[in-house]
């Protein structure tokens, strides 16, 4: 069984930045796309930023040009870097990695973007 931790949320004024990490307890290159989801009170979940095994990137057009995501091989993890903070960014982010047969999601991280 894959698990996968989150850490990095937080308060954060508007205009701030954070930096989410999402750690695999296994290598995540076995994995064919790393993302992050992300889900507001009220709302459905929604795909923020995703990668995937050759490297291509994808950013939802409301995060395209503040959001960054990574991965560091020798660590097994996956980092979203949100720049230029905004309240409407405020939810739930959550992890998820998938192979080739499964869906693995983290247990989520609250991000809450206020003055």
């Known amino acids: 069984q894959v698990q996968l931790v989150e850490s990095g949320g937080g308060l954060v004024q508007p205009g701030g930045s954070l930096t989410l990490s999402c750690a695999a307890s296994?290598?995540?290159?076995?994995?064919?796309?790393m993302g992050w989801y992300r889900q507001a009170p009220g709302k459905e979940r929604e795909l923020v930023a995703a990668?995937?095994?050759?490297?291509?990137?994808y950013y939802a057009e409301s995060v395209q040009t503040r959001f960054k995501i990574s991965t560091d091989i020798g660590k097994n993890t996956v980092y979203l870097q949100m720049n230029s903070l905004k309240p409407e960014d405020t939810a739930v982010y959550y992890c998820?990695?998938?192979?080739?047969?499964?869906?693995?999601w983290g247990q989520g991280t609250q991000v809450t973007v206020s003055s």
């Open positions: 998820q990695n998938r192979d080739l047969w499964l869906d693995y």
């Open positions: 296994r290598s995540i290159l076995s994995f064919k796309v």
């Open positions: 990668i995937n095994s050759g490297g291509d990137r």
